[in-house]
């Protein structure tokens, strides 16, 4: 049974950091695609960052910048570090691990993903 949870989220003040983490159990997770989504309220969720099995890393251009995705794979664990937080990244945060091995699939796109965790709240203060 495959389980992700994520960890880390908090309150903190405009310009502070977090450091999400999203701990995985149930597969192999060195040949999947890891991605962070965030949803706030009355919006869609979103694509926030990835990282591929090759450690290739994406962002929307949101956040680029100002957050990093990384993974230790040996700890089958998943960080979003995010700095210059703003109001505007208040949202609950979700990690997810992708469908396929060794995929190619857009890793933005939620349907790539098959598993997700329960998520995080991250609230951002003016």
């Known amino acids: 049974q495959v389980q992700l949870v994520e960890s880390g989220g908090g309150l903190v003040q405009a310009g502070g950091s977090l450091r999400l983490s999203c701990a995985a159990s149930?597969?192999?997770?060195?040949?999947?695609?890891m991605g962070w989504f965030r949803q706030a309220p009355g919006k869609e969720r979103e694509f926030v960052a990835a990282?591929?099995?090759?450690?290739?890393?994406y962002y929307s251009s949101s956040v680029r910048g100002r957050f990093t995705i990384s993974r230790d794979n040996a700890k089958n664990t998943v960080y979003l570090q995010m700095n210059s937080l703003n109001p505007e990244d208040t949202a609950v945060y979700y990690c997810?691990?992708?469908?396929?091995?060794?995929?190619?699939?857009?890793?933005?796109?939620?349907?790539?993903?098959?598993?997700w965790g329960q998520g995080t709240q991250v609230t951002v203060s003016s």
């Open positions: 997810a691990v992708d469908r396929l091995e060794y995929s190619s699939s857009d890793v933005s796109s939620r349907s790539t993903y098959d598993y």
């Open positions: 149930g597969r192999t997770f060195s040949s999947y695609a």
């Open positions: 990282i591929s099995w090759r450690g290739i890393k």
